[in-house]
C-alpha cells in the first residue's frame, strides 16, 4: 500500500508529475495555478531537476519546448491569459513533434475576468487555439487522484505520440483538497519517447518505416545535431514547398492520433446501464452530477453519467453509441455551453439535449441539475 496523504489538486500535478520524469518546468505565476509553480520549484532540486521562473508565458512554453528537444520531459503551467500567450509556441511543438505537457487551470474570463473563480472556458481553445489543422490530446481529471494520474498519463501519451498534451483542469479542482493514496515508487507504467542516433551520413530525424507515423527521436546534446522548424518540412527537418509532402505530412500527423484513438480515449461511466436520462459532465462538474443522478435515481429517474476524461479527441463513438439508448442528454459545464456544441454534433439526431451552465464564476449545484432532470 502507498502514502496516504491530504493533497490539493495542483500539488498532486506536480508529483504526479515528477513520478512520470518531469525533470524541467519553466512557467510564470498566475492565479489559479500558482501552487504547480511553487511547488515545483520546491521539488525539482530534490530529484535533479531544475525550475526556471521565465519572464513571461510565451517564454514558458519556449522554454520547455528547447529542454524537451535536449531530451528531458519538460512541463509549463498557466490559467486562462496565459494558455492564449501559449498558442502559437503550441503549434510549433505540435508540426516539430515535440513532447511537451502544457496545464491550464482554468478561471473566469475573458481576458482578466476573475482570477479566482471556477471555469471551464479554455476547452474550446483547447481544441483550435493555434492556427491550422492540427491534432489535440487534452485530459480533464475531476478528482485529485485523477490529477495525479491523468498528469503521469499525459507525460505518457505525450511522449509515445511525440505531440503537446493537454491537461485541462480547472479552479475547483486545482484547489480541491482531498486525501489519496500515493502510488509506491516502481508501480506506475512510465513511457519514454523512442530515441534514435542517425549516423552523420543519413541525418534524417524524421524518416520512418512504412507505415510508422511517429519518429524516433536524437536528443540534442547527445552528439547529434539536425534542424528543427515551424515551417512544414521534409524527413531532414529542412523546410519544403512541395504540395505533396506537405499533405503527407498533415496527414501523418493527424493519422497519429485518430488511428490511435482506441489507446488515447478515456471515458467514464456511471449507471447508464438502464438509464434513460445521461448527465455529460468533466472536471469541477462531476461532483455536482454525481449528487444530482444518485438523488434523481431515489425518486425513480433513471439517470446516469457519461463523462470524458480524455475531452481531446471527443469520444464520439462512445457518446453516439450511448445517445442510442438514451430519451436525453444533459450538458453541464461551467461555460456559456462550449461541450454542448460537440454533444449535439454528435447525439443531438438520437435524443434530446438539455443544458445547465454556469458561466458567472459561481458553480453548477446539484439542484439546477436535478431541477433540469425533472423537467423532462
Not at 189 to 217: C, E, F, W
Not at 248 to 261: E, F, G, P, T, W
Request: aromatic share 6%.
Amino acid at each position: 500500500m502507498g502514502k496516504v496523504v491530504l493533497m490539493q489538486g495542483n500539488e498532486a500535478c506536480v508529483e504526479g508529475a515528477l513520478a512520470a520524469g518531469m525533470r524541467l518546468y519553466a512557467g510564470y505565476p498566475i492565479t489559479p495555478s500558482t501552487e504547480i509553480a511553487e511547488l515545483s520549484a520546491l521539488r525539482l532540486p530534490q530529484v535533479g531537476g531544475k525550475f526556471i521562473q521565465m519572464e513571461d508565458e510565451i517564454a514558458s512554453i519556449a522554454c520547455a519546448i528547447g529542454a524537451s528537444v535536449a531530451g528531458v520531459k519538460s512541463m509549463t503551467a498557466t490559467s486562462g491569459p496565459g494558455f492564449s500567450l501559449k498558442q502559437e509556441n503550441l503549434g510549433y511543438a505540435v508540426l516539430a513533434e515535440i513532447p511537451l505537457v502544457v496545464v491550464d487551470v482554468q478561471r473566469m474570463g475573458p481576458s482578466t475576468g476573475m482570477p479566482t473563480s471556477p471555469s471551464q472556458g479554455d476547452m474550446m481553445m483547447a481544441r483550435w487555439g493555434t492556427h491550422g489543422d492540427h491534432p489535440v490530446i487534452a485530459i480533464c481529471p475531476s478528482s485529485v487522484k485523477e490529477v495525479y494520474d491523468l498528469t503521469v498519463r499525459a507525460f505518457n501519451l505525450s511522449e509515445k505520440y511525440r505531440t503537446p498534451v493537454l491537461l485541462m483542469m480547472d479552479e475547483i479542482i486545482g484547489h480541491l483538497r482531498e486525501g489519496m493514496e500515493l502510488p509506491e515508487p516502481g508501480s506506475l507504467k512510465i513511457v519514454d519517447r523512442p530515441t534514435v542516433n542517425h549516423p552523420d551520413s543519413k541525418r534524417l530525424p524524421y524518416r520512418m518505416k512504412p507505415g510508422q507515423l511517429v519518429p524516433a527521436m536524437a536528443p540534442f546534446g547527445k552528439g547529434q545535431r539536425y534542424n528543427i522548424t515551424g515551417l512544414i518540412h521534409d524527413e531532414s527537418g529542412f523546410p519544403t514547398n512541395s504540395t505533396d509532402e506537405a499533405e503527407a505530412m498533415m496527414s501523418r500527423l493527424m493519422h497519429k492520433i485518430s488511428d490511435n484513438y482506441d489507446d488515447i480515449k478515456d471515458v467514464v461511466t456511471e449507471n447508464l446501464e438502464d438509464a434513460d436520462i445521461a448527465i455529460f459532465c468533466y472536471g469541477g462538474t462531476y461532483r455536482a452530477a454525481k449528487t444530482a443522478m444518485e438523488v434523481a435515481r431515489e425518486k425513480g429517474y433513471k439517470v446516469g453519467i457519461f463523462r470524458p476524461r480524455t475531452v481531446w479527441p471527443f469520444p464520439e463513438e462512445e457518446l453516439r453509441e450511448a445517445s442510442k439508448k438514451l430519451k436525453r442528454i444533459i450538458v453541464a459545464e461551467h461555460n456559456y455551453g462550449q461541450m454542448l456544441l460537440e454533444v449535439q454534433r454528435v447525439a443531438g439526431r438520437d435524443c434530446e439535449i438539455g443544458f445547465v451552465g454556469k458561466w458567472n464564476g459561481g458553480v453548477n449545484k446539484p439542484i439546477r441539475i436535478l431541477e433540469r432532470i425533472e423537467e423532462g
